[in-house]
């Protein structure tokens, strides 16, 4: 699914010399149990650093699900899920699932030099990271989820900054369009790369890299909050 217009942000127009293509999702229609999904089928080795409840931490995914799910959604079994899922679509080996109630359809994809970011947007609860009351509420279904995929091999540093480098790129276009928080309290994201490329050392978001992923992520979010048209 071709969503979005390439070569937004930093580096517009110019190719980068052995970047990979990134991979584009595919749209699944709703089907029991979910609203639609947004598919990612990887080959080669790649690394992942994500957030994600399902596949999170280091990995070395071979897909990735962004499962859309009923603002009612009250299933607890997240791994069960998303292998339900998984299994339907025929995905094999190790894979990262995202949910989000934003309706999965609205993905909005920016690029950036070689970074791709997928963005899915959901801002009908959304929370200051730090909460003036200090109170902590259970996951709930709105949602903001990225799927960042980045054409260099990232070190582990690196590719710890590049998780919070496109964060911040989101809080920034949530401040410019007036959402009163900095994401919402069920927020994901997932950062893929080539494991065999050589690693970058830095992903900051002035640091080469890291000013790709934060102008690709930040156009992906401000993209799936504006209005048609806008």
């Not at 995914?61 to 025929?90: F, M, Q």
Request: with cysteine; glycine share 14%.
């Amino acid at each position: 699914m071709s969503t979005g217009s390439p070569g937004t942000g930093l580096g517009q127009g110019h190719s980068v010399a052995g970047a990979s293509r990134a991979t584009e999702p595919v749209l699944r229609p709703p089907a029991d149990g979910h609203r639609g999904a947004l598919v990612w089928r990887w080959t080669g080795d790649l690394l992942a650093l994500s957030s994600a409840a399902v596949g999170g931490g280091l990995s070395r995914p071979s897909w990735a699900l962004n499962i859309g799910v009923p603002l009612d959604y009250d299933r607890t079994d997240l791994a069960a899920h998303a292998a339900e899922v998984a299994e339907a679509y025929g995905l094999a080996g190790g894979g990262v699932a995202l949910f989000t109630a934003a309706d999965v359809t609205r993905a909005r994809r920016r690029t950036c030099a070689g970074v791709a970011v997928d963005a899915t947007v959901g801002v009908t609860k959304p929370t200051w990271a730090s909460d003036p009351s200090g109170g902590w509420e259970p996951w709930t279904a709105g949602t903001i989820n990225l799927v960042v995929q980045v054409p260099v091999g990232l070190g582990p540093g690196a590719a710890v900054n590049a998780v919070i480098t496109a964060t911040e790129a989101k809080a920034q276009a949530l401040r410019e369009l007036g959402v009163p928080g900095t994401g919402t309290a069920s927020d994901a994201i997932v950062v893929v790369w080539p494991a065999a490329a050589p690693a970058e050392a830095f992903a900051g978001p002035r640091s080469l890299w890291g000013a790709r992923i934060a102008q690709a992520a930040h156009a992906a979010v401000r993209s799936g909050i504006e209005p048609p048209g806008a």
